[in-house]
């Protein structure tokens, strides 16, 4: 399997800040790689596709870029319904993983 | 727009099987792909398997000899089952679309926990 893993597991940020949430894969995946938005009791909800497209209604603010096997989501300026728990997933092999999240507060 | 609902028991007891069903309405479930996730509380996420047209299945490794995800193209509704049960296998479970055999997931259902107890 290809693991995942996200840094930091919390980030601590205020409305108006940029926030930047790192996820590595153990092994190359390409740009298959994906960014959800999960908030409590409900389903997540994809932000971010194939590592830098943002997916159709998702607000400008969020951007996904990738550097080898490291990717990043960057919230450019923080907002009150952007508190959440964000993961990521490779899509790469048959065997989709997900990063273990990195939750905003 | 497509929309899912999972169904099923809340409750399991250990050693049992546990049986899911997602109905699919605003689109036909035999184009696409089909994906079980689930999600033990406070944690993170686990791709359980997927099907495609009730012919082709792909399970994760980790829960292959346990897991049979199936089809019911006349009620547009995907199934899964779990056999032999722990409390392990508490967690939200969810049904969830993809557009391909490597790819996103979208959309969800809003997800239905299990808890596995006696």
């Known amino acids: 399997d290809i693991q995942m893993t996200q840094s930091p597991s919390t980030l601590s940020a205020s409305i108006g800040d940029r926030v930047t949430i790192t996820c590595r894969a153990s092994q190359s995946i390409s740009s298959w790689l994906a960014w959800y938005q999960q908030k409590p009791g409900t389903a997540p909800k994809v932000l971010v596709y194939k590592a830098s497209t943002l997916q159709s209604g998702v607000p400008s603010r969020f951007s996904g870029s990738r550097s080898g096997t490291e990717f990043t989501l960057t919230i450019s300026s923080l907002q009150p319904d952007d508190f959440a728990t964000y993961y990521c997933?490779?899509?790469?092999?048959?065997?989709?993983?997900f990063g273990p999240g990195t939750k905003v507060d | 727009q497509v929309q899912l609902q999972e169904s099923g028991p809340g409750l399991v007891k250990p050693s049992e099987t546990l049986s899911l069903t997602c109905t699919v309405s605003g689109g036909s479930i035999t184009s696409y792909y089909w994906s079980w996730i689930r999600q033990p509380p406070g944690k993170g996420l686990e791709w359980i398997g997927y099907?495609?047209?009730?012919?082709?299945?792909n399970y994760n490794p980790s829960l292959k000899s346990r897991v049979t995800i199936s089809l019911d193209t006349s009620k547009n509704q995907l199934s899964l089952n779990l056999t032999s049960v722990t409390a392990a296998d508490t967690a939200v479970y969810y049904c969830a679309r993809s557009r391909n055999y490597l790819d996103w997931f979208g959309p969800w259902g809003q997800g239905t926990l299990v808890t596995v107890s006696s």
């Open positions: 099907i495609y047209y009730s012919t082709t299945t």
């Open positions: 997933q490779q899509y790469n092999s048959y065997s989709p993983t």
